[in-house]
């Protein structure tokens, strides 16, 4: 997989013929990524629309699948601590004027789960054990139970400025979207 670490802001071009306007349009593109700090790729990508209150939104958000050469297997990429993953959302926050509130949200919420004595257990792993055992790091003899492997099960981002067919689209985030790995 590619990996990297997590932007602070990127500039994302989508080559295509035209975007998605449903769930299921599956067009196939090239994103052409830079991070402004030396890191770049240009990888296909399956596009659909996303999300359900946006969905009709000329700039409502956008899911991408990362492909191969010949869009015959996926492909992953992994940002910094984030989980690998071959998808991910371009969210539009169109409700959202300044394009931070759920992310500042999801930041919080990470703040606040490693600033616990139990920060290496993380939520998902009591779904993973008996309930009659405690989580105390000490009490788990699963060794992949006791790693942190960056799921952080919220979704996470970073600012993008998205452009199609070179022509300015608007500013988007870059987003984890919901994945059995996250």
């Known amino acids: 997989y590619i990996a990297m670490p997590v932007p602070n802001l990127a500039i994302v071009n989508i080559v295509a013929d035209y975007l998605p306007t449903t769930k299921t349009d599956d067009i196939r593109a090239k994103i052409e990524f830079n991070d402004m700090q030396g890191n770049s790729f240009a990888k296909n990508v399956i596009l659909n629309k996303q999300g359900t209150s946006t969905l009709n939104l000329e700039k409502g958000n956008l899911s991408i699948d990362v492909m191969d ?20 959302h ?3 926050y169109y409700w959202d004027g300044i ?11 990470e703040n606040i789960l490693l600033s616990r004595p139990c920060r290496n257990n993380r939520q998902w792993k009591r779904m993973q054990l008996p309930n009659d055992i405690p989580i105390t ?13 960056g799921a952080k099960c919220h979704p996470s981002g970073f600012p993008i400025i998205l452009y199609h067919n070179g022509v300015f689209f608007g500013i988007y985030c870059w987003q984890l979207k919901k994945h059995r790995k996250n």
């Open 69 to 88: 050469e010949k869009y015959d297997d996926s492909h992953e990429i992994k940002f910094g601590n984030w989980v690998a993953q071959d998808g991910f």
């Open 90 to 92: 371009l969210k539009s």
């Open 99 to 109: 394009k931070v509130k759920a992310l500042a949200a999801y930041d919080f919420y």
């Open 137 to 149: 790091g000490n009490d788990i003899n699963d060794l992949y139970l006791r790693i942190d492997d």
